[in-house]
């Protein structure tokens, strides 16, 4: 099964990182490292997401119709004059729904970690989410997935089985279910940024860093 991995280490990988970076006028190495810690973010996101019956059903609807994974077919004309506006706007829509309320702290932790901008970091999400869910549509499509259950299972292979796999989905849980009692963006750029005792050798981003090789 096609995991993440496959993706950024993909000749297509290497050029949405080189899109993402002209996008937003920030280095291939920078764009690349976002990338390698937000995409996993979103997938356990969207993995949550997926575990209850409407939102398993909303995701599979949303694969089956528009993001059937037909963005991936032309990379190089998606980035070839500037991201068109209605691929931004469908970005942003998909990152309000995966990520809700937690998207500010998401980009802030981010923007830490790799030194850009908020506003580069909000961009590059906003690029990535369509073309993450064109990717699972593909694989989606590829490989017949039709009910929840199938979905989860997707999912749950792109991000990597095993005990490995376990241990990124429930820092990503955590990271993502922060009780919002005004000290989230500590707990998160704890286990992003690898701050605090309990972070065990580089948090979230050391392990997600580890993973896809940085």
Avoid: C, Y
Wanted: charged share 15%; net charge negative.
């Amino acid at each position: 099964m096609a995991g993440l991995l496959d993706l950024l280490d993909s000749p297509m990988g290497k050029q949405l990182i080189s899109g993402v970076a002209g996008q937003t006028g920030q280095s291939p190495e920078k764009a690349g490292s976002v990338l390698t810690m937000a995409l996993p973010v979103l997938m356990g996101a969207m993995k949550r997401n997926a575990s209850t019956p409407e939102g398993a059903q909303g995701l599979m609807n949303a694969l089956s119709n528009k993001h059937d994974g037909s963005i991936m077919d032309n990379l190089g004309g998606l980035f070839g004059g500037g991201v068109d506006d209605s691929v931004l706007n469908d970005g942003a829509g998909i990152l309000g729904h995966v990520l809700g309320n937690k998207q500010p702290q998401v980009q802030s932790a981010l923007s830490q970690k790799s030194g850009l901008d908020a506003g580069s970091i909000g961009t590059i999400l906003q690029v990535a989410a369509p073309i993450l869910m064109g990717f699972l549509g593909k694989q989606a499509r590829q490989q017949n997935v039709s009910s929840s259950n199938g979905l989860g299972d997707l999912l749950g292979g792109m991000l990597g089985g095993g005990d490995t796999g376990n241990k990124q989905q429930s820092l990503i849980e955590s990271f993502l279910d922060s009780d919002g009692d005004g000290s989230i963006l500590d707990d998160v750029a704890g286990m992003v940024l690898g701050g605090g005792k309990s972070s065990g050798g580089g948090g979230l981003g050391g392990l997600l860093g580890g993973l896809f090789g940085k």
